[in-house]
């Protein structure tokens, strides 16, 4: 763990820089630029608000915001895991003939990511405001949700960039894993009102499923002013430090390997 906190603030600048890069290098050449990002979210809550809320009749209150908290949440979790898989493989030249720590790139994806989500916020806010969501000070506690949300994915990153250097259908592999947990996840719709009529269901949905569980508090507190549930909250940090420290200790056993490797 020393060495990690000494790489986290030996190559932070790094990982800053090469974020910086790539959300350039994503724009450069596109005529509408950065409004991409706040084009692509909000295309998709319209779409889903749409189809789910008015197609299928979804009563759901805020359902809009509902959905664009869902979202947001996910697109986060999903950029992460899908991006982490081949993330050594795609830095194949920087890994071969320069020494840095292998969690520094992974690093460097988070930022990027937690830029986008951080454009997503502030498209929520007009969004929330347009349908009067009241504003509370239960919208603060957002910030310990999406500390877990950051810790958790992290972890689970780490693990599958190692694996992602020997196994070749690992990424296949978790973009079926990936479907499946986004229709099961409650984007779209309430999973406890849905399953109403099976609460044991419900209950390991929301508690099994840890991007279900942080988009149902995320919503509590946004949406409903109601306290996230400090007892689940703890158990999936606990869950997420332990995957990163099972992630920290993989990657510092193998990393030398990984040049020969790829």
């Not at 840890?210 to 306290?227: D, G, S, T």
Request: proline residues 3%; glycine residues 6%; positive net charge.
């Amino acid at each position: 763990m020393k060495k990690f906190i000494y790489n986290i603030k030996k190559y932070y600048k790094y990982a800053i820089y090469s974020a910086k890069a790539e959300l350039k290098s994503e724009v450069a050449d596109s005529y509408l630029n950065w409004l991409w990002w706040v084009i692509e979210p909000f295309s998709f809550m319209l779409i889903y608000t749409f189809i789910f809320g008015t197609v299928f009749s979804n009563d759901e209150k805020y359902f809009a915001s509902f959905v664009f908290l869902g979202l947001l949440a996910w697109e986060f979790f999903n950029r992460m895991i899908n991006g982490s898989v081949k993330l050594i493989i795609s830095n194949r030249d920087l890994v071969t003939k320069v020494y840095i720590p292998k969690y520094i790139l992974l690093l460097s994806k988070s930022f990027t990511y937690l830029f986008k989500m951080g454009i997503s916020l502030m498209i929520l806010v007009p969004l929330m405001i347009y349908q009067g969501v009241p504003f509370t000070w239960y919208m603060l506690l957002c910030i310990p949700i999406f500390i877990v949300l950051y810790i958790l994915t992290f972890g689970i990153g780490m693990i599958l960039m190692h694996f992602g250097v020997t196994l070749n259908d690992l990424g296949n592999l978790t973009n079926i894993g990936l479907k499946m947990v986004f229709y099961l996840s409650g984007v779209f719709y309430n999973i406890q009102k849905r399953l109403k009529k099976k609460p044991t269901l419900s209950f390991y949905l929301l508690r099994v499923n840890p991007i279900a569980f942080c988009m149902n508090e995320l919503r509590k507190v946004f949406l409903y002013q109601k306290l996230p549930s400090v007892e689940g909250l703890l158990v999936w940090l606990g869950i997420g430090l332990v995957l990163c420290a099972i992630g920290i200790h993989v990657i510092h056993k193998n990393e030398n390997s990984y040049a020969k490797v790829i």
